[in-house]
């Protein structure tokens, strides 16, 4: 389960993704290993980034 800090992140990136650049997201999950929100993103699958649990972006 995401926390409050990714999810707030992920709806800050996710906007200006979609609705600014026109982009489709491909994938949203946590990793299991690091508790971080993994997200694929892009026409070619070519924008990923990683939200830490305390909503910093990788």
Known sequence: MPTDSQLGCLYRISYHLTYRMLQPIHLVCIDGRTQNLYVLEGQNE??????????EVL
């Not at 924008?47 to 909503?55: A, H, L, R």
Request: hydrophobic share 30%.
């Open 46 to 55: 070519e924008i990923e980034f990683e939200v830490t649990p305390n909503g």
